[in-house]
């Protein structure tokens, strides 16, 4: 029975028309499907927080109150399933589809968001911003009538630009981690895209971290300062005013600007255990990250650096992850960093960032000083320049899907990024040679945006990228859609000869698709609708029905099939 010598159909859903979305104050979703709203910024996570923000404009929560609160700019997350750790990795029961812990980025939030102003004017101010970014950790349970619900855990937590977090791994112990006035490394900012270990820990990917730094005094950046885009004045958040940590000009706080850039490891299941910086995985403007298991047991972790003209990454484990574990050590610690050259021919090297290369030894002093300026390295040796590398996601058969969202300053084409300027995004496709380990891979470019105009499947600005274990493709997009349309989440059929994407849910005015998770049985999928309206109340004030008053807040939306269907089928 069905089509294609019996296969059945992936992707089944009506999809959303261009001609359907009507009504940008509220998301659009398809017909075969439903959303619960979950989380939205404000919602009480830590004992003693305060009541649900309500989006009123004259009542902004404090910056103590917004510490044990759900943050701003809803990006990566990932479902943790109770269950997994006692069931071990992989097993699966009834229980642990409806009961988890859930990690959630918070990447960014606006002056004006947070605020309601450009500037702050105190180091209150400047704590209120600090507190909307970061994750939250929080325990979600589903129950047949009131649907899914935040419900308290000893192992809920805020993370924030100051929560103290540790170092480890190559660059851990470096002078360039180290300040003059030796303060202890804290926070984490602008989060980004996520991924989970096959250990069961979660991972945050630092991205734009310059754009908190600026500079109260004469400030000239260096060449590496240059490269990772600091500045004197930053994104204009002001936090560099009131809190000298992020003042580049102040000589105490030398190395600060160091500790941010990485991944960030973090155990949903304790929350007695501080964040953990993971330095062999480089510092760069990191998006998000996916491990593959190879056959052996070691793990790649593949990541891109979102920057126009900026790189695609690998990390090797040296060992099997279980083995690394039970000998307590991490298996994101000992490996070896890798960045990508395609060449022609659809083939492709993986280029080692090792001080051991003499053209890098002539650079750098230590491996540590070259995992510190990844950037550079790769610079020095002849990576390919793309057109902003945002997820990574491996899909069924072993390939890894790379999202390059787009690049207005593009003027000379090369093999892997073939528009000049590339205004709609691509997405890459590539197959390691030998089972994720090697230093050679082939590679083909599986979607043109470009090529979907016209069609009733438009989209642009890939973004977020999931694969399934059947074959679909979730792509999030992140900027101006053609034909009236905000941003969107579409599902590709990737077994498929060629990619028909099938537009599942379209966001609110000016907002942002990102992040995706699903339980275990695939029956709920989590999605961020990130910044509505960009923050202001004129266009949406979703999750509120619109009133023109009420600040838009960032959330989660709850996604299940009517028919209690796996997510994109
Ligand atoms: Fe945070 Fe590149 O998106
Ligand atoms: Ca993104
Ligand atoms: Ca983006
Ligand atoms: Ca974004």
């Not at 017909?31 to 404009?57: F, H, K, N, R």
């Not at 192992?155 to 030796?182: D, K, W, Y």
Request: overall charge negative; charged content about 25%.
């Amino acid at each position: 029975r069905g089509r294609g010598r019996g296969r059945r159909k992936l992707v089944k859903f009506d999809p959303v028309k261009i001609e359907d979305v009507v009504d940008t104050t509220m998301p659009t979703i398809s017909d075969d499907y439903q959303y619960q709203v979950l989380i939205p910024w404000g919602t009480p996570i830590e004992p003693g927080a305060t009541a649900e923000y309500s989006g009123d404009p004259m009542k902004r929560p404090t910056s103590a109150e917004a510490a044990l609160q759900t943050g701003l700019g809803h990006d990566g997350m990932w479902f943790f399933p109770i269950s997994w750790r006692n069931g071990r990795y992989g097993h699966r029961d009834i229980e642990s589809s409806t009961k988890g812990m859930l990690c959630v980025n918070h990447e960014f939030g606006t002056n004006s968001h947070a605020l309601g102003k450009d500037m702050p004017e105190s180091l209150e101010d400047v704590r209120l911003s600090q507190n909307v970014h970061g994750v939250s950790v929080l325990k979600i349970k589903y129950n047949y009538i009131r649907g899914w619900k935040v419900v308290k855990s000893k192992n809920s937590r805020r993370i924030t630009a100051n929560t103290p977090v540790n170092f480890s791994g190559p660059a851990a112990a470096s002078e360039l981690l180290q300040n003059p006035n030796g303060n202890i490394p804290l926070g984490t900012v602008n989060n980004c895209g996520s991924g989970p270990t096959p250990w069961g820990t979660y991972l945050t990917c630092e991205e734009n971290f310059n754009g908190y730094f600026g500079a109260n005094n004469e400030f000239t950046p260096t060449e590496e300062q240059d490269r990772y885009g600091l500045n004197a004045l930053g994104f204009g958040y002001g936090w560099h005013l009131f809190d000298k940590r992020f003042d580049l000009s102040d000589e105490d706080y030398a190395n600060e600007q160091h500790r941010f850039g990485w991944i960030v490891e973090i155990d949903p299941y304790d929350a007695t255990k501080p964040p953990v910086k993971r330095t062999a995985l480089g510092r760069f403007k990191h998006e998000a990250i996916a491990i593959a298991e190879s056959s052996n047991g070691r793990i790649a972790a593949y990541m891109g650096d979102d920057q126009r003209f900026d790189y695609c990454y690998k990390y090797v484990s040296d060992q099997p992850w279980e083995q690394a574990i039970a000998e307590g050590k991490s298996p994101l610690d000992e490996g070896k960093l890798y960045v990508a050259r395609f060449d022609e021919g659809g083939t492709g090297e993986w280029l080692e960032l090792t001080i051991n290369n003499p053209l890098l030894a002539a650079r750098f002093d230590s491996q540590a000083e070259l995992l510190i300026f990844a950037r550079l390295a790769s610079d020095i040796l002849g990576a390919t320049p793309m057109d902003r590398p945002e997820w990574t996601t491996i899909g069924k058969n072993g390939e890894v899907f790379w999202t390059c969202t787009n690049n207005s300053n593009r003027t000379e084409t090369n093999v892997a990024n073939p528009e000049a300027p590339n205004s709609d995004g691509h997405i890459i496709r590539t197959t390691d040679s030998d089972g994720h380990l090697g230093t050679t891979f082939t590679w083909d470019i599986y979607l043109l945006a470009s090529s979907t105009r016209g069609t009733e499947g438009v989209f642009t600005d890939p973004d977020l990228a999931y694969a399934d274990e059947d074959g679909r493709l979730f792509i999030g997009t992140d900027g101006g859609q053609p034909d009236g349309l905000q941003d969107q989440l579409v599902v590709i059929d990737t077994t498929k000869e060629n990619p028909e994407p099938k537009r599942l849910l379209v966001g609110v005015s000016s907002d942002e698709i990102t992040g995706f998770t699903m339980t275990p049985d695939r029956r709920t999928a989590f999605v961020n609708i990130q910044h509505p309206g960009n923050g202001s109340p004129s266009s949406t004030n979703f999750p509120a029905d619109f009133d023109g008053q009420t600040i838009p807040r960032d959330c989660t939306l709850v996604i299940t099939r009517k028919n209690g269907g796996i997510i994109g089928s």
